[in-house]
């Protein structure tokens, strides 16, 4: 077996045979060869075998694997458990890599031998007509002390675009399965909490628009899995789990972290609300506000005092301004209630004033957190 290589990319892909040459060849044409290619078949029913053979019979880094269907993540995953390098990178299958993806990174490393986690620029091919184009950042990159928090609000993390140090995913696990539609931003959230990533402006990766995508299919179920990600990680994680970068017990630093969450609380369309409002991000702050030396509550407690008194504030759900409101008067110790993603839906399903095409769309979320529970049971069992 050849040594082991500088890097390992994850290609998970699914009935693809179509795309899957091109997306290989573009990581064959790289300038920086030491990588190895981790193939994983989740259970084609086209001609993805004949194609990843032909590959492996070419070029010795092309490594196949093959896989019952379990959807992205469980693909992921085997590819993970697989990978030799000491980097990790994705390439999905109907997507490419410009030819100097891994030598950009190869370079960043050097210049960031501290980073465990770096993000790029991408492209646009447009499938129907063939243009190649050079869209903005999905959202603003955020500093570094805001770079948990500002995922609460959306996604600012390409995934072909990513390039993580193996040992990361030893410390923070595996892609949660249960995500199909949202496996990777779950796992850059977790990550961000432990990790400082480090982003660049080069454009590495392609990205295929196209009518067989999977965000195609079911379009807001990206959007449910995101906020089903948020909701855990503030389940499982208390406020300073969102500015790892800052020091809560400076005044100024509470006040910045506190003006950043009422932000993020005042954005309706943020990631948080997606299956419905709750409280959960407010009531981690007054769990915080609760617990925090004087000084630092004190300067946090002027911020969300002032910001109460605004407009778009008083404009939210009543639920959410009860929460702010207990939050301004915590002063002694209050614990924080976890909350269930099917609560949430349920609240929401529940409340007349949920629109239509809503409901509808929450109903059969509800029935894919069904399948894909019995699913996962079943492999568990």
């Known amino acids: 077996m050849r040594a082991a290589p500088r890097f390992s990319i994850l290609v998970p892909t699914f009935n693809q045979a179509h795309y899957l040459g091109q ?20 259970g084609s029913v086209d001609d993805t075998p004949q ?8 070029d010795e880094r092309v490594r196949p694997f093959r896989r019952d269907n379990g959807g992205c993540g469980a693909a992921l995953n ?21 030819p100097d993806k891994l030598a950009v990174h190869a370079q960043a490393i050097l210049q960031h031998p501290e980073a465990g986690f770096f993000h790029t620029h991408f492209y646009y091919l447009d499938e129907a007509t063939g243009e190649k184009s050079s869209p903005d950042p999905w959202r603003p ?62 454009r590495t990766c392609v990205t295929r628009w196209h009518s067989g995508q999977t965000t ?16 855990n990680f503030l389940n499982a994680f208390a406020f300073a789990g969102l500015f790892p970068q800052l020091n809560l017990a400076h005044p100024d630093e509470a006040a910045a972290a506190v003006d950043e969450v009422l932000g993020i609380v005042c954005n309706t369309g943020a990631y ?43 404009a939210l759900p009543r639920v959410i301004l009860q ?14 209630t976890p909350r269930g993603v099917e609560q949430v839906i349920a ?21 894919y957190l069904a399948a894909a529970h019995a699913r996962l049971g079943c492999v568990r069992a």
Not at 219 to 229: H, K
Not at 323 to 336: G, H, I, K, R, V
Not at 347 to 367: H, I, M, V
Request: proline letters at 3%; one cysteine or more.
């Open 23 to 42: 997306a290989l060849d573009s990581l064959l044409a790289q300038t920086c060869g030491d990588f190895e290619a981790l193939v994983v078949d989740d």
């Open 51 to 58: 194609v990843l053979a032909a590959y492996a019979a070419r």
């Open 78 to 98: 085997t590819g993970l458990e697989q990978a030799r390098g000491a980097w990790v990178g994705w390439l999905s299958s109907d997507d490419l890599f410009e």
């Open 141 to 202: 990159v955020p500093p570094a002390h805001f770079q948990v928090s500002r995922l609460l609000e959306g996604n600012y993390v390409h995934g072909n675009a990513v390039m993580v140090r193996k040992d990361v995913f030893d410390e923070v696990g595996s892609f949660d399965e249960s995500l199909r539609y949202g496996q990777d931003f779950d796992m850059w959230l977790r990550m961000s909490a432990r990790h400082r990533s480090v982003y660049l402006e080069a």
């Open 216 to 231: 195609n299919l079911f379009p807001v179920a990206g959007l449910y899995d995101s906020c089903r990600a948020c909701l």
């Open 272 to 314: 948080i609300y997606q299956l419905g409002y709750n409280t959960l991000l407010p009531d981690r702050l007054r769990e915080w506000l609760g617990t925090d030396a004087a000084s630092a509550a004190q300067a946090a407690r002027e911020v969300l005092r002032q910001r109460l008194s605004r407009p778009q504030t008083q």
């Open 323 to 336: 929460s702010l409101a207990a939050a301004l008067e915590q002063t002694d110790a209050w614990a924080f």
């Open 347 to 367: 609240d929401t399903l529940a409340d007349p004033a949920t629109p239509e095409q809503k409901r509808q769309n929450l109903l059969r979320y509800r029935e």
